[in-house]
């Protein structure tokens, strides 16, 4: 009788408690059942500590806004928003708030190529170069003082291997950024203002013009690969790479508000972007609106998304809402299946969330890559809180999501500071969702 007492006190708190948890106002509906915590082993009383963190970083104006969505078994069982996503219109963030993702696009890209590569389009090994020609012949970079001035000069020499397409999907392929660095390579990206192109066809052209700054396969090194990947997809498609996606993700996932491009009849519900000022106060980010414009002005000021920029980046391209990218998430967590309508095979997405870097240096102690997203082997080495075969991402203005099949756990953060200052708060939600585990 006590044990019966104590599970309807426990049953009747999580009630109590998950409408404050559970807060949606005015939002778009989700695709998945919201429960009490406590029916999918998450403690409500804990939870509460992500309110008491984020709430106080909003009011001492160290964010703006953000939400945090948990998903277990299946279920919601937390969603909560804190703040503002536009303080200067006194606009309250919602959960069905639009976000810029950045870097959360990658993942989709190379779910997207998945589709393919099940259909027979490719195999993981072959090289870029029997589809994407422009890549046959790659130089790589050496650096080397020049013996009168004593500045770095470039020398190149052919590379010893093909770049292949699982090369682009684990960030193997000796590519680069051109904006995160300085290195001769980075130079040459920053001249040929690589990512400022009007197509991913001029891109890939333009792209295999420089050398790679390292050896194929020898070194994980974050870059436009991903970008490379949207090409890919075209050519092998015969599609343009947002129809693609359209028609094979966002449709079938229910990602209505996932797009390149925020319509006029959304952008009420489209977070505004901030930056930390010298002073360190948040201020509103500059916005342009042509890639040219953007590439040239990054990272103080960035494309408004409320227009085609021109080259679909599949790399950092797309906007979205916490809703959406659950859908995603949960399709990976359920091995390829949304809501009866399978996307992969079971064994595509334990290919993708492998680790495929082996010894290759690059990633930190702990963490390995598989192919698009990053893959916990030993938390312990790590130093970050959760399972082995846990696989995660995150995007530049501080949006975060992991997949955890051993606790089947999903949790999504979104929030827009750029540059990189809003990582370290997705990192606090993880903590603070992992230690909510009460079962």
Known sequence: MKRVLLTILALTLALAITPLLNQVKGDSKNNLTTVAPETVGLSSERLTHIRAVMNKHVAEKRIPGASGLIARQGKIAYQETFGMADVEAGKPMKMDTIHRIYSMSKPITSV?????YEEGKF???EPVAKYLPEFAKMQVAIEEKDPQTGKPVMKTVPARRPITVRDLMRHTAGLTYGVFGDTLVDREYRKAKILG???LADFVSDLAKIPLQYEPGTRWHYSVSVDVQGRLIEVLSGKPFDQFLQERIFTPLEM???AFVVPASKKDRFAKLYTITKEGKLAPSPTCSTRQECYDAFPNAVPDFLQSQGMLSGGGGLTSTAYDYLHFCQMLLDQGVYKGKRL???KTVQLMSSDHLGTIPGMG???????????????G????MGSPGEYNWGGAAGTKFWIDPQEQLIGIFMIQILPHTGLEYGSEFRVLTYQSIAD
């Open 381 to 384: 080495e790590a130093g970050m």
């Open 344 to 346: 992969l095979s079971r």
């Open 112 to 116: 997207a190529l998945m589709m393919l």
């Open 123 to 125: 195999q993981l090994n």
């Open 256 to 258: 209505n508000d996932t």
């Open 197 to 199: 192109q009007l197509n």
């Open 365 to 379: 102690p702990g963490m390995g890559f598989g192919l698009g997203f990053a893959v916990s082997k030993a938390p």
